[in-house]
T-cell receptor
Framework: DADVTQTPRNRITKTGKRIMLECSQT?????MYWYRQDPGLGLRLIYY???????NKGEISDGYSVSRQAQAKFSLSLESAIPNQTALYFC?????????????FGPGTRLTVL | SQQGEEDPQALSIQEGENATMNCSYK?????LQWYRQNSGRGLVHLIL?????REKHSGRLRVTLDTSKKSSSLLITASRAADTASYFC?????????????FGQGTELSVKP
């Protein structure tokens, strides 16, 4: 089984709808991240969390919110989706103890907002 | 803005040739990492080089780091069609308080059989 899983893998929704993307990990890592990827723009950090009680904004947090329900779960919500949030979304984890900050990525969620 | 900038944006070579990708960054770093992404899939970590290292090897991969020029290069030797993917550099800045990596925009490598 994959260490970092994301659901759903694909989602098509309409403008104004609330959407939740979920991420689960079995790696036992403390740190979790949400990124979005757009063609030609690389990965941009939306939110990150060091542990269950810690939430931090990234580079492009406007229009998004997150919840760290447990060490293993980190959800990303779009409160009112808009077309320019159409993108590929990735969850990632890293291990505080390892101190290398190598990140492990989920398979991604392709979100289309019509 | 992204700290890492990669060059070239796209590279097309024949199988068996070497592929070189470059990454430049702006601030001092703890380490620099390279990741690979197959089309539409998650990124996979390839190799990490610390700021006090100048060169590192892993199989057919060779990474160099020049902290005075704030640049790194990834060399893939004897490329194969299966190496076709996008390659991203990611820096771990010294000012980093929480393990955030700063990703470049990537180099799209196409290896033709």
């Amino acid at each position: 089984d994959a260490d970092v899983t994301q659901t759903p893998r694909n989602r098509i929704t309409k403008t104004g709808k609330r959407i939740m993307l979920e991420c689960s990990q079995t790696k036992g890592h403390d740190r979790m991240y949400w990124y979005r990827q757009d063609p030609g723009l690389g990965l941009r950090l939306i939110y990150y969390s060091f542990d269950v009680k810690d939430i931090n904004k990234g580079e492009i947090s406007d229009g998004y919110s997150v919840s760290r329900q447990a060490q293993a779960k980190f959800s990303l919500s779009l409160e009112s989706a808009i077309p320019n949030q159409t993108a590929l979304y990735f969850c990632a984890t890293s291990d505080l103890v390892a101190a290398r900050n190598e990140q492990f990525f989920g398979p991604g969620t392709r979100l289309t907002v019509l | 803005s992204q700290q890492g900038e990669e060059d070239p944006q796209a590279l097309s070579i024949q199988e068996g040739e070497n592929a070189t990708m470059n990454c430049s960054y702006k601030t001092s770093i703890n380490n620099l990492q390279w990741y690979r992404q197959n089309s539409g899939r998650g990124l996979v970590h390839l190799i990490l080089i610390r700021s006090n290292e100048r060169e590192k090897h892993s199989g057919r991969l060779r990474v160099t780091l020049d902290t005075s020029k704030k640049s790194s290069s990834l060399l893939i030797t004897a490329s194969r069609a299966a190496d076709t993917a996008s390659y991203f550099c990611a820096t771990d800045p010294i000012y980093n308080q929480g393990g955030k990596l700063i990703f470049g925009q990537g180099t799209e490598l196409s290896v033709k059989p």
